[in-house]
């Protein structure tokens, strides 16, 4: 709702700094009296002295900018009957501007609180856009904290993507994320930075793309105009510092389409007020991506006045007052494709140190000047009236600097001039960056992307450094008089001088005023460094004279003095200061608000790990570890919302990790490195080993993995999957040590598969060291398959009842960093016996689990429970008839999850037996009815897994026509899994392969079959377009073999990833064809010869070197777990051990 329009008779402005005084004036030029009103904190005042509003209104602190409800009540007192919010701040608060206009009945300058709901939240501005026919990134749907959401979309597109907070904006809760390594911790700051904590997450447009926003203003009545377009490419973490108008590409066209494009969404909400519509544009593919909405006056809306001489904030005014496009002069369409004659750019000024990693410079401004002349204007705060001090409270930007021109050549010369003669003095600022941007060809010529001033920061630092240098170096020698008038302001700051001399007077505490008091005398020697009212280091003598009580004594000291903001003056009894020179001190190196510790005492930490988070600015900012060590001691937050800590504080301490006794062991040679492998890993398999041998084996592997295990687990990875099957608690976590070095994608299938075989019967134990196991940050997120064995539910309840009791829902697994450390993606209760549903609703709200069982007995979950789940899997042992009806029952169930939760389903599992019948018409008419109760939720669902049953009655083709329903049903399915449970019916899975059809299949996994090689390449060629990896777990050929089979299809098939595991596992195939090329790891048995001649096998020595062949398959690998059951460890250890002799003839030599 947009309140009437009426007169402006009190204005309150509801912010600070240069926008305040800039809104200030405004309001003095309107034709009708304003009677103004702005607001100012203690420290914070400087824009009421330029701004010159009629009152000035306290507040009582930097927070109260954000405090609605005092904002409203300030309102009210004052018969204030219209605020202008500027930017930032409150400016996008629905909330703000419905409030102040139903409790104070004043007039929030904007859109009005629907239009701004709509277009401030990131994701129904882009729902908007898409239904105006505008083209949008690729992006979830819905607002998430859930990490496997996040992980599954970016699966799905590819990265890079970017995380976004769905309400931040000034660059803050924006994370660009090139690899899954850094997910989590980019989820995690985004979030930080976000008042809501969700996010949305995107897929990312970044090489080649320029951010091009469109000025938009509207009457209110579905009248809207453009007045043309900025290029605000140049970023640093998102924000922007050097905007232009208009963007300098050469295809007008394309830029004409992003205006109508931006017009057409405007029209739509028929927009009042100011506005910005921002975009991504391609200029060399010709494509553009809606990006956001800002429903408010704009920091860069400057550029856009100087070329279209318009006064936005004015127009403003007149249009809250009533005044339509015509009136204020904007009544005729602009052309798109002709912008006007002049170019104008706007340069950010900010406080901050470009070489400590942009931190804020806190500090008083002592001297500021910006020269001035033709096309040149300033908007600051900076007045001589009032010192401005630069803190941790507000932004760091001091000044914008606008300079305009006819031509863009001449902008830029403008724009270097003016840059060369401005002079700031007290803190440090930006201004280098800015002169070598400006110098730079990228720049001039506009090849500057929106990655391009982050790739290139080093370099840029370094030449606006030089250039900055040759600016003082070029100055002419200026007349004594002269010098010390330039000089002047930054000389009053200097309070302490060389040769300087005072005393100190020590009175005791306690006594009386007339009583006798100590006189000490000091004598400054010398100035280390003089950055007063930031610090000054100086040494300094002792030199009190003798008395009769006290003898002489002359000695030297340092002395430093530091500013007393809010943030220094947080050095407190339980901040230390760090030694730069011991490496064992992590240090803070900037000032701000710490708050995270990551670590705690006894912890081991790897160099470069990150150990805090500290916010500065709204942004969140890594602190990590110089080097690898055990944490001592760490600093302990005084406060829940963070502590403010100055530059320099010591976060914790580390000492060097002892070598243990196992890792004293001479490791192994690298020279034969995979056959020493495949040794280390056949020996861990044997669990009688005894520990001492299995401790010197361990640190073997250490000294492979930084060079083979990353090799062996990107080819090989089902290797490491058996070897860990076998391994207790307490081994597998130091295996999980000796194997730091590999990278995850290859750990992911080394922990998952560890889970699944060790964990489906959890006794109390095995739960405790799951929990353990949880707070692993590798090891977490692959904790997938647990299920509870009901005769120990009581003590699998007392475990968790800890972490459940007094926890109410909005708490657990949101506001708790040691709840999120427990990750489960899935879980079954067999039976469900007394506790269980508590016991399974602990677990939902306690761990990130995203997939429920179901089972043939009572739902037991609660809607509590069922908010955030995204996948459901059936688990029936029931008669075919009773399953069908327990199917159907199910289906109701997951429409009621969908429906509950909000939130899209992705995954789908039915295991244990279902009958083929099962997915025949009957049951598939059911959900179709049922999934538009669940609006549209099942139509997500992309992980579809199946487990088959036989039922002769049913036909071929109708088995088919029942998964391609299925599959049509749920329209996004991109990963099928097969499971025949021992069918042999070739005649079945003749016409799936025919028939079955999956649009967007990238992952398909078939088991359980025998089949003929014809079937296999046909299903394989019907999706070879979009296959990325498939699985076929014992498969056998009735007709053909393996190695026509991929001779077949290796021509046509882009699959990265081909596993092939043959019956009785005895014959493995893992194939990767981008990676390796044509070679190809081979554990075979009697099928090895034919494969071993396929055209595919090293051709080369060295190939050979990395691809062993063994003529019989190691023991641990054919014989899966069943080799280690009681009574066989004998016969067990036997066949390892004949195997590794029977092999080392064969390993590749040393001398190669």
């Given at each position: 709702?947009?309140?009437?329009?009426?007169?402006?008779?009190?204005?309150?402005?509801?912010?600070?700094?240069?926008?305040?005084?800039?809104?200030?004036?405004?309001?003095?030029?309107?034709?009708?009296?304003?009677?103004?009103?702005?607001?100012?904190?203690?420290?914070?005042?400087?824009?009421?002295?330029?701004?010159?509003?009629?009152?000035?209104?306290?507040?009582?602190?930097?927070?109260?900018?954000?405090?609605?409800?005092?904002?409203?009540?300030?309102?009210?007192?004052?018969?204030?009957?219209?605020?202008?919010?500027?930017?930032?701040?409150?400016?996008?608060?629905?909330?703000?501007?419905?409030?102040?206009?139903?409790?104070?009945?004043?007039?929030?300058?904007?859109?009005?609180?629907?239009?701004?709901?709509?277009?401030?939240?990131?994701?129904?501005?882009?729902?908007?856009?898409?239904?105006?026919?505008?083209?949008?990134?690729?992006?979830?749907?819905?607002?998430?904290?859930?990490?496997?959401?996040?992980?599954?979309?970016?699966?799905?597109?590819?990265?890079?993507?970017?995380?976004?907070?769905?309400?931040?904006?000034?660059?803050?809760?924006?994370?660009?994320?090139?690899?899954?390594?850094?997910?989590?911790?980019?989820?995690?700051?985004?979030?930080?930075?976000?008042?809501?904590?969700?996010?949305?997450?995107?897929?990312?447009?970044?090489?080649?793309?320029?951010?091009?926003?469109?000025?938009?203003?509207?009457?209110?009545?579905?009248?809207?105009?453009?007045?043309?377009?900025?290029?605000?490419?140049?970023?640093?973490?998102?924000?922007?510092?050097?905007?232009?108008?208009?963007?300098?590409?050469?295809?007008?066209?394309?830029?004409?389409?992003?205006?109508?494009?931006?017009?057409?969404?405007?029209?739509?909400?028929?927009?009042?007020?100011?506005?910005?519509?921002?975009?991504?544009?391609?200029?060399?593919?010709?494509?553009?991506?809606?990006?956001?909405?800002?429903?408010?006056?704009?920091?860069?809306?400057?550029?856009?006045?100087?070329?279209?001489?318009?006064?936005?904030?004015?127009?403003?005014?007149?249009?809250?007052?009533?005044?339509?496009?015509?009136?204020?002069?904007?009544?005729?369409?602009?052309?798109?494709?002709?912008?006007?004659?002049?170019?104008?750019?706007?340069?950010?000024?900010?406080?901050?140190?470009?070489?400590?990693?942009?931190?804020?410079?806190?500090?008083?401004?002592?001297?500021?000047?910006?020269?001035?002349?033709?096309?040149?204007?300033?908007?600051?705060?900076?007045?001589?009236?009032?010192?401005?001090?630069?803190?941790?409270?507000?932004?760091?930007?001091?000044?914008?600097?606008?300079?305009?021109?006819?031509?863009?050549?001449?902008?830029?010369?403008?724009?270097?001039?003016?840059?060369?003669?401005?002079?700031?003095?007290?803190?440090?600022?930006?201004?280098?960056?800015?002169?070598?941007?400006?110098?730079?060809?990228?720049?001039?010529?506009?090849?500057?992307?929106?990655?391009?001033?982050?790739?290139?920061?080093?370099?840029?630092?370094?030449?606006?450094?030089?250039?900055?240098?040759?600016?003082?170096?070029?100055?002419?020698?200026?007349?004594?008089?002269?010098?010390?008038?330039?000089?002047?302001?930054?000389?009053?700051?200097?309070?302490?001088?060389?040769?300087?001399?005072?005393?100190?007077?020590?009175?005791?505490?306690?006594?009386?005023?007339?009583?006798?008091?100590?006189?000490?005398?000091?004598?400054?020697?010398?100035?280390?460094?003089?950055?007063?009212?930031?610090?000054?280091?100086?040494?300094?003598?002792?030199?009190?004279?003798?008395?009769?009580?006290?003898?002489?004594?002359?000695?030297?000291?340092?002395?430093?003095?530091?500013?007393?903001?809010?943030?220094?003056?947080?050095?407190?009894?339980?901040?230390?200061?760090?030694?730069?020179?011991?490496?064992?001190?992590?240090?803070?190196?900037?000032?701000?608000?710490?708050?995270?510790?990551?670590?705690?005492?006894?912890?081991?930490?790897?160099?470069?790990?990150?150990?805090?988070?500290?916010?500065?600015?709204?942004?969140?900012?890594?602190?990590?570890?110089p080097r690898a060590g055990r944490v001592t001691w760490v600093l302990e937050l005084e406060s829940e919302d963070g502590d403010d800590v100055p530059e320099g504080v010591l976060l914790a301490e580390l000492e060097a990790i002892e070598t243990t006794a196992a890792s004293s062991v001479a490791p192994l040679p690298p020279k034969r490195a995979v056959k020493s492998a495949f040794n280390v890993k056949g020996y861990i398999t044997e669990e009688s080993v005894a520990s001492a041998t299995r401790g010197a084996l361990f640190a073997s592997t250490r000294s492979l993995a930084s060079a083979v295990m990353p090799v062996l687990l990107e080819f090989a990875p089902e290797l490491i999957v058996m070897v860990a099957s076998k391994l207790d608690s307490a081994d597998f976590f130091n295996f999980r040590l000796a194997c730091r070095y590999i990278n995850l994608t290859s750990f992911h299938h080394f922990g998952a598969r560890y889970f699944r075989t060790r964990y489906h019967m959890l006794e109390?134990?095995?739960?405790?060291?799951?929990?353990?196991?949880?707070?692993?940050?590798?090891?977490?997120?692959?904790?997938?398959?647990?299920?509870?064995?009901?005769?120990?539910?009581?003590?699998?309840?007392?475990?968790?009842?800890?972490?459940?009791?007094?926890?109410?829902?909005?708490?657990?697994?949101?506001?708790?960093?040691?709840?999120?450390?427990?990750?489960?993606?899935?879980?079954?209760?067999?039976?469900?016996?007394?506790?269980?549903?508590?016991?399974?609703?602990?677990?939902?709200?306690?761990?990130?689990?995203?997939?429920?069982?179901?089972?043939?007995?009572?739902?037991?979950?609660?809607?509590?429970?069922?908010?955030?789940?995204?996948?459901?899997?059936?688990?029936?042992?029931?008669?075919?008839?009773?399953?069908?009806?327990?199917?159907?029952?199910?289906?109701?169930?997951?429409?009621?999850?969908?429906?509950?939760?909000?939130?899209?389903?992705?995954?789908?599992?039915?295991?244990?037996?279902?009958?083929?019948?099962?997915?025949?018409?009957?049951?598939?008419?059911?959900?179709?009815?049922?999934?538009?109760?669940?609006?549209?939720?099942?139509?997500?669902?992309?992980?579809?897994?199946?487990?088959?049953?036989?039922?002769?009655?049913?036909?071929?083709?109708?088995?088919?026509?029942?998964?391609?329903?299925?599959?049509?049903?749920?329209?996004?399915?991109?990963?099928?899994?097969?499971?025949?449970?021992?069918?042999?019916?070739?005649?079945?899975?003749?016409?799936?392969?025919?028939?079955?059809?999956?649009?967007?299949?990238?992952?398909?996994?078939?088991?359980?079959?025998?089949?003929?090689?014809?079937?296999?390449?046909?299903?394989?060629?019907?999706?070879?377009?979009?296959?990325?990896?498939?699985?076929?777990?014992?498969?056998?050929?009735?007709?053909?073999?393996?190695?026509?089979?991929?001779?077949?299809?290796?021509?046509?098939?882009?699959?990265?990833?081909?596993?092939?595991?043959?019956?009785?596992?005895?014959?493995?195939?893992?194939?990767?064809?981008?990676?390796?090329?044509?070679?190809?790891?081979?554990?075979?048995?009697?099928?090895?010869?034919?494969?071993?001649?396929?055209?595919?096998?090293?051709?080369?020595?060295?190939?050979?070197?990395?691809?062993?062949?063994?003529?019989?398959?190691?023991?641990?690998?054919?014989?899966?777990?069943?080799?280690?059951?009681?009574?066989?460890?004998?016969?067990?250890?036997?066949?390892?051990?004949?195997?590794?002799?029977?092999?080392?003839?064969?390993?590749?030599?040393?001398?190669?």
């Amino acid at each position: 709702m947009v309140p009437p329009a009426r007169p402006i008779r009190k204005l309150l402005v509801a912010n600070r700094g240069e926008i305040a005084v800039r809104i200030l004036q405004a309001a003095r030029e309107l034709p009708n009296p304003v009677e103004t009103y702005a607001l100012y904190t203690p420290d914070d005042q400087s824009h009421c002295e330029l701004g010159a509003p009629n009152h000035a209104l306290a507040l009582p602190s930097p927070a109260s900018y954000m405090d609605v409800s005092l904002l409203v009540k300030l309102a009210k007192e004052h018969s204030i009957d219209t605020v202008h919010p500027g930017y930032g701040f409150l400016s996008e608060s629905p909330e703000f501007a419905q409030r102040m206009w139903e409790e104070a009945g004043a007039k929030v300058i904007g859109p009005g609180w629907e239009v701004l709901a709509q277009t401030g939240d990131k994701l129904q501005a882009k729902e908007l856009a898409e239904a105006c026919g505008v083209p949008v990134l690729k992006a979830i749907t819905q607002p998430t904290s859930d990490l496997n959401v996040i992980k599954a979309f970016a699966a799905e597109v590819g990265y890079p993507v970017m995380i976004k907070a769905v309400d931040g904006g000034g660059g803050r809760g924006i994370r660009l994320v090139r690899s899954e390594d850094t997910l989590q911790a980019s989820v995690d700051r985004a979030m930080g930075e976000s008042p809501s904590k969700k996010v949305f997450v995107e897929k990312a447009a970044v090489e080649g793309y320029h951010h091009v926003e469109v000025q938009v203003i509207g009457d209110g009545t579905g009248q809207v105009r453009h007045l043309w377009e900025r290029d605000c490419s140049i970023q640093r973490r998102f924000q922007k510092i050097v905007e232009c108008a208009p963007a300098l590409m050469k295809d007008r066209k394309l830029i004409c389409l992003v205006i109508e494009a931006a017009l057409r969404i405007a029209n739509r909400i028929k927009y009042l007020s100011l506005g910005t519509f921002e975009f991504l544009v391609n200029e060399q593919v010709s494509e553009f991506y809606f990006l956001e909405i800002n429903p408010r006056l704009q920091v860069e809306h400057t550029i856009t006045e100087c070329i279209t001489s318009v006064d936005l904030v004015r127009s403003q005014f007149l249009l809250a007052q009533g005044a339509s496009l015509q009136d204020i002069g904007l009544g005729e369409n602009r052309d798109p494709e002709t912008p006007p004659g002049p170019h104008s750019i706007q340069l950010r000024l900010c406080a901050e140190d470009p070489n400590a990693n942009f931190a804020l410079s806190i500090g008083k401004i002592t001297g500021f000047h910006v020269p001035g002349g033709n096309g040149v204007r300033v908007d600051t705060n900076i007045s001589d009236l009032s010192p401005v001090v630069v803190g941790s409270d507000f932004d760091n930007m001091v000044a914008k600097i606008i300079v305009t021109a006819a031509s863009w050549d001449a902008v830029i010369s403008k724009a270097r001039r003016v840059l060369e003669d401005t002079k700031i003095s007290g803190i440090k600022t930006n201004i280098d960056v800015l002169r070598a941007v400006i110098d730079s060809a990228d720049f001039r010529e506009w090849r500057a992307d929106t990655q391009w001033l982050e790739s290139n920061l080093n370099d840029i630092v370094a030449c606006g450094q030089k250039i900055s240098q040759s600016i003082q170096s070029n100055k002419p020698s200026l007349p004594a008089s002269s010098v010390s008038q330039t000089l002047s302001a930054a000389a009053s700051n200097v309070l302490l001088r060389k040769g300087d001399a005072w005393s100190i007077d020590l009175q005791p505490v306690g006594e009386k005023s007339n009583s006798s008091q100590l006189p000490h005398h000091l004598l400054l020697s010398r100035v280390l460094r003089n950055e007063f009212p930031t610090s000054l280091r100086a040494e300094i003598e002792y030199t009190t004279p003798a008395t009769v009580s006290t003898p002489a004594k002359t000695a030297a000291y340092i002395m430093t003095l530091s500013t007393t903001s809010t943030s220094a003056s947080a050095l407190s009894s339980t901040h230390r200061l760090g030694d730069p020179n011991n490496q064992g001190h992590v240090i803070l190196p900037i000032s701000g608000k710490l708050i995270e510790m990551l670590v705690a005492e006894g912890d081991e930490v790897e160099e470069n790990a990150v150990i805090a988070f500290v916010k500065q600015m709204k942004m969140e900012i890594e602190v990590r570890s110089p080097r690898a060590g055990r944490v001592t001691w760490v600093l302990e937050l005084e406060s829940e919302d963070g502590d403010d800590v100055p530059e320099g504080v010591l976060l914790a301490e580390l000492e060097a990790i002892e070598t243990t006794a196992a890792s004293s062991v001479a490791p192994l040679p690298p020279k034969r490195a995979v056959k020493s492998a495949f040794n280390v890993k056949g020996y861990i398999t044997e669990e009688s080993v005894a520990s001492a041998t299995r401790g010197a084996l361990f640190a073997s592997t250490r000294s492979l993995a930084s060079a083979v295990m990353p090799v062996l687990l990107e080819f090989a990875p089902e290797l490491i999957v058996m070897v860990a099957s076998k391994l207790d608690s307490a081994d597998f976590f130091n295996f999980r040590l000796a194997c730091r070095y590999i990278n995850l994608t290859s750990f992911h299938h080394f922990g998952a598969r560890y889970f699944r075989t060790r964990y489906h019967m959890l006794e109390r134990r095995s739960l405790e060291n799951l929990v353990e196991v949880s707070r692993d940050p590798v090891l977490a997120p692959y904790v997938c398959s647990v299920q509870i064995c009901p005769q120990h539910l009581t003590s699998d309840f007392h475990v968790f009842a800890p972490w459940v009791r007094g926890l109410d829902d909005e708490y657990v697994g949101v506001n708790n960093a040691a709840h999120k450390q427990l990750l489960y993606e899935q879980y079954s209760l067999i039976e469900f016996g007394l506790g269980s549903a508590y016991l399974s609703g602990a677990l939902v709200r306690l761990t990130n689990c995203r997939t429920l069982g179901i089972s043939d007995h009572p739902w037991p979950w609660g809607a509590a429970s069922q908010k955030r789940l995204t996948g459901v899997r059936f688990t029936s042992e029931v008669s075919q008839k009773e399953s069908i009806a327990f199917t159907k029952r199910a289906f109701r169930m997951i429409v009621a999850v969908a429906i509950t939760s909000q939130i899209p389903l992705e995954r789908f599992q039915v295991l244990h037996g279902l009958p083929d019948k099962a997915f025949g018409p009957e049951i598939i008419a059911i959900p179709r009815r049922l999934a538009d109760m669940a609006r549209g939720h099942l139509m997500s669902i992309s992980v579809l897994d199946l487990c088959v049953g036989e039922d002769d009655r049913m036909t071929a083709e109708a088995w088919v026509d029942g998964v391609n329903g299925f599959i049509m049903l749920f329209r996004n399915v991109a990963d099928l899994t097969l499971d025949f449970q021992d069918s042999s019916d070739l005649r079945r899975f003749h016409g799936m392969s025919e028939g079955l059809l999956v649009p967007r299949l990238r992952s398909l996994a078939i088991s359980h079959l025998r089949c003929s090689e014809d079937d296999l390449a046909r299903l394989f060629f019907r999706h070879s377009s979009t296959l990325e990896m498939i699985s076929l777990k014992s498969v056998r050929l009735k007709q053909g073999t393996f190695k026509s089979l991929i001779q077949k299809v290796q021509g046509y098939l882009k699959t990265e990833h081909l596993f092939m595991d043959g019956d009785d596992n005895q014959d493995v195939v893992y194939w990767n064809f981008t990676k390796v090329g044509d070679s190809l790891f081979v554990f075979a048995g009697k099928d090895v010869s034919e494969i071993a001649q396929a055209s595919f096998m090293p051709s080369s020595r060295q190939e050979a070197d990395m691809v062993p062949l063994f003529t019989q398959p190691p023991p641990f690998l054919s014989d899966g777990l069943s080799l280690h059951e009681e009574g066989k460890r004998d016969e067990a250890a036997k066949r390892d051990k004949r195997w590794m002799q029977g092999n080392q003839s064969r390993a590749p030599s040393e001398s190669r």
